[in-house]
Antibody, heavy 124, light 108 residues
C-alpha cells in the first residue's frame, strides 16, 4: 500500500526550530515530486513547498510566507522527506501534511497521496 | 499568484439530493484543477483532477466540470459520508499551488 507517515511535530517556542520527517513506502519515492501543505487550526489548506525528484532537477520552491525560513530535503536511499523549519512564528502553527505526486506528472502535478499530518504548535 | 474563490462557504443539503459546489480562478487555469474532500480529523483526499477525471476509487456520483476560470463539483445523490469540506486547487501556474478557502457541505 502507498503510505506517507509524518513525524516530528510538537510544541516549540517562537524563534525556535523543528524538523519534520515523512517516511514513504509503497511507491517509487525516487521519481516522485514531493510537497508539504499545512492547515492552521480551523482554517483551509496552504501549500508550503515542493521538492522535485533528482531526475526532475531536484530543485525546491517555497511559498512566500516560509521562503528563507523553511528547507525541504530528501534522502532517496531511505525514502524520507524532510521539512526543516527555522525562525518559527505563531502563525506557523498548523498540521503539516506530506504529499507525493504519484499518478500525476510534472506537467499534471495533482496531489494524489497525502500523509495523515503532524501538528506543529508555536507558542511561548 | 492565482486566487481561487469557492462558493458558497457553507452548503446545506438533504441526503439523497444533489449538491453543486463552485470554484472560480482569478485567471485561466485551463483544466488544471483538482478537488479534494476533507472529513474532520482526516487528511484531504483527491476526488477529481484535470477538472473532470475522477481519482481511483471515487464513486461515480462525484463529477467535475468546467475549464478556464469557472469550475463545478457536483455530487448527484448525497450519501451520509459525503458531508465534509471540499477544496479546489489549481496546478496550472505554479508555484504556488493555490487552494480555495473551502466549502463546508452540511446536512440539512
Amino acid at each position: 500500500d502507498v503510505q506517507l507517515v509524518e513525524s516530528g511535530g510538537g510544541l516549540v517556542k517562537p524563534g525556535g526550530s523543528l524538523r519534520l520527517s515523512c517516511a514513504a513506502s509503497g511507491f517509487s519515492f525516487t521519481t516522485a515530486w514531493m510537497n508539504w501543505v499545512r492547515q492552521a487550526p480551523g482554517k483551509g489548506l496552504e501549500w508550503v513547498g515542493r521538492l522535485k525528484s533528482k531526475a526532475g532537477g531536484g530543485t525546491t520552491d517555497y511559498a512566500a510566507p516560509v521562503k528563507g525560513r523553511f528547507t525541504i530535503s530528501r534522502d532517496d536511499s531511505k525514502n524520507m522527506l524532510y521539512l526543516e523549519m527555522n525562525s518559527l512564528k505563531a502563525e506557523d502553527t498548523a498540521v503539516y501534511y506530506c504529499i507525493a505526486i504519484i499518478s500525476g506528472t510534472p506537467a499534471d502535478p495533482y496531489f494524489d497521496c497525502w500523509g495523515q499530518g503532524t501538528l506543529v504548535t508555536v507558542s511561548s | 499568484e492565482i486566487v481561487m474563490t469557492q462558493s458558497p462557504a457553507t452548503l446545506s443539503v438533504s441526503p439523497g439530493e444533489r449538491a453543486t459546489l463552485s470554484c472560480r480562478a482569478s485567471q485561466s487555469v485551463s483544466s488544471n484543477l483538482a478537488w479534494y474532500q476533507q472529513k474532520p480529523g482526516q487528511a484531504p483526499r483527491l476526488l477529481i483532477y484535470g477538472a473532470s477525471t475522477r481519482a481511483t476509487g471515487i464513486p461515480a456520483r462525484f463529477s467535475g466540470s468546467g475549464s478556464g476560470t469557472d469550475f463545478t463539483l457536483t455530487i448527484s445523490s448525497l450519501q451520509s459520508e459525503d458531508f465534509a469540506v471540499y477544496y479546489c486547487q489549481q496546478y496550472n501556474n505554479w508555484p504556488p499551488y493555490s487552494f480555495g478557502q473551502g466549502t463546508k457541505l452540511e446536512i440539512k
